[in-house]
């Protein structure tokens, strides 16, 4: 009857944890359910020390034991990953080849050789395209510099994902200002 109590009190209390699957190097070999900074992206297998496992990456949802199950799944998940970045990059496409085909004009006060009194940026650019019932953010105009006179401009409106689109910009006297200064020169 002692040999039982024995053997009892050897086995491990029943809320520990599994033993973990040593990598090549003698470390816990993990896969990643999310990028973690200095480790890895999404989907890879690394090995780490073991507090490091214990302590951080499983606890908070970061890691999971690299078995083949998991890994067919992390799989699926960037293959479903995949298919939505295509579908959106196909969808930048078309905005592109949509911006490409306009143009857009823009009233500005400017003296009599041309030069604006103040100047146009991404901020009025944007503004104007959202008029033509698209709609980009100020960010994603790329200009050289401020447009500071009268004339057109190609602007390249930066997409994403190295998709760049080229907007005709007319930037074009004020009607209000011009209307008051030809009826003075005829009295």
């Known amino acids: 009857m002692s040999k039982t109590k024995n053997a009892a009190s050897n086995r491990r209390p029943l809320g520990r944890a599994k033993r973990l699957p040593r990598g090549p190097h003698g470390g816990i070999q993990l896969l990643l359910v999310q990028s973690v900074e200095h480790l890895g992206k999404q989907g890879d297998v690394v090995e780490v020390k073991p507090g490091y496992a214990v302590n951080y990456l499983l606890p908070q949802g970061l890691a999971t034991i690299a078995t083949d199950h998991h890994k067919r799944m992390v799989e699926k ?20 080849d949509n911006l490409a085909k306009q143009s857009i004009t823009i009233e500005a006060n400017a003296n009599e050789e041309g030069h604006l ?3 146009v940026g991404p901020v009025d650019i944007a503004n104007a395209v959202k008029k033509i019932g698209m709609t980009i953010m100020p960010d994603q105009v790329r200009l050289q510099g401020p447009l500071k006179e009268l004339g057109l401009y190609t602007v390249k409106i930066h997409l ?18 011009e209307q008051p200064a030809a009826q003075e020169t005829k009295s």
Request: glycine share 8%.
């Open 160 to 177: 994403g994902q190295e998709i760049v689109a080229d907007l005709k910009v007319w930037v074009v006297p004020s009607m209000t200002e």
């Open 77 to 96: 998940h960037k293959a479903r990953l995949a298919e939505i970045q295509k579908a959106r990059l196909k969808g930048l496409q078309e905005l592109a």
């Open 117 to 119: 009194y103040g100047s």
